[in-house]
């Protein structure tokens, strides 16, 4: 069945030091991906998605591009902030019509300090 | 537009006790979601709703019924609270011929 691996947190990282969080998944077909940011004590929101092979998604200063060769869609952004600090989704549409259904990874906890 | 809201906020039960958490979105949308957030265990599924009239289970439903009670609204019902389903719950909402979903902030819920 169709999953979603991303890499394990919590990760930690210094003010404008450069971000990569790692994510594969296995499916058939061509799902959409999708990025999600849950900030301290709220709901999940959408940072980006690309719903094709080599679309790029891009929101707030971070990327992340389909690799249908790689099964990879990994989250980047070049100079993070304090306020980045979240817990990072990925996640793939299955498509199946109206039944259509996320699936998702266990998330990756992001820290920056000042 | 108030997206997708949720009450009550947090909770706190006794095991065995009952409780309904609502669910209510403003923006149309066909399709709702019921899902619990677990430490390490990332989101899972309990309930979705495709269109008014319509439920079906997700990956956990076991303990849990929903109702869609018309197009806007979609409650969670703990018939009797058990310590495993102390978690937080999100409920989401996705309009038709679309992908994302839209969550509302949560209910932290206890139960001892």
């Known amino acids: 069945g169709n999953s979603v691996t991303q890499m394990e947190g919590p990760v930690t990282l210094s003010e404008e030091a450069f971000l990569t969080i790692n994510c594969t998944y296995t499916?058939?077909?061509?799902?959409?991906l999708f990025w999600y940011v849950q900030y301290p004590g709220e709901g999940l929101q959408l940072l980006l998605k690309a719903t094709k092979a080599d679309d790029k998604g891009s929101n707030k200063g971070f990327e992340a591009t389909y690799r249908k060769e790689t099964t990879s869609f990994h989250l980047e952004k070049g100079s993070v902030q304090v306020s980045d600090s979240a817990v990072y989704f990925c996640?793939?549409?299955?498509?199946?019509?109206?039944?259509?259904?996320?699936?998702w990874g266990l998330g990756t906890s992001l820290a920056v300090n000042p | 537009n108030a997206g997708v809201t949720q009450t009550p906020k947090f909770q706190v039960l006794k095991t065995g006790q009952s409780m309904t958490l609502q669910c209510a979105q403003d923006?149309?949308?066909?399709?709702m979601y019921w899902y619990r957030q677990d430490p390490g265990m990332g989101l899972r599924l309990i309930y979705y709703?495709?269109?008014?009239?319509?439920?079906d289970k997700g990956e956990v439903p076991n303990g849990y019924n929903v109702s869609r009670l018309n197009k806007r609204e979609f409650s969670l019902r703990l018939e009797s609270a058990a310590p495993s389903q102390t978690s937080v719950y999100f409920c989401?909402?996705?309009?038709?011929?679309?992908?994302?979903?839209?969550f509302g902030p949560g209910t932290r819920l206890l139960v001892l």
């Open positions: 996640a793939l549409s299955d498509n199946a019509g109206n039944n259509r259904k996320l699936i």
């Open positions: 989401a909402s996705r309009g038709l011929g679309g992908e994302t979903q839209y």
């Open positions: 709703s495709a269109s008014e009239g319509t439920t």
């Open positions: 923006m149309n949308h066909n399709s």
């Open positions: 499916a058939t077909g061509y799902p959409s």
